[in-house]
């Protein structure tokens, strides 16, 4: 069984930094993709940051400069270190990796439970 577990998530004042880590375990043979998302309640759930296995990464135009996505290949760990936080980047910050199981013939996605990024002071 595969689970992703999220971490680092809290209350921040405008301008501090936080960083989200999470941990892919189970019977994994590869990660290829991972991504943080988030979502604020009444509005649709979006992609805030993504790298492949191979080091490419995109950003949404709005953390451009202020987050930075990073892969632990070897751990199957996906970091977001995030600047300069403002009250907009509160939500509620999912993972997601695409990965292949031992066994499977396919990748397919999986999803953290999430974790409350709340910036206010």
């Known amino acids: 069984q595969v689970q992703l577990v999220e971490s680092g998530g809290g209350l921040v004042q405008p301008g501090g930094s936080l960083r989200l ?8 043979f590869g990660v290829y993709t991972m991504a943080w998302y988030r979502q ?3 509005k649709q759930r979006e992609r805030v940051a993504f790298i492949s296995i191979g080091g490419n990464t995109d950003y949404i135009d709005s953390v451009k400069g202020r987050f930075t996505i990073s892969m632990d290949n070897a751990n199957n760990t996906v970091y977001l270190q995030m600047h300069s936080l403002n009250p907009e980047d509160t939500a509620v910050y999912y993972c997601n990796a695409d990965l292949a199981r031992y066994g499977s013939t396919v990748r397919n996605h999986y999803w953290g439970r999430g974790t409350q990024v709340t910036v206010s002071s």
């Open 21 to 28: 880590s999470c941990v892919a375990s189970g019977s994994i």
């Open 40 to 42: 604020t309640p009444g």
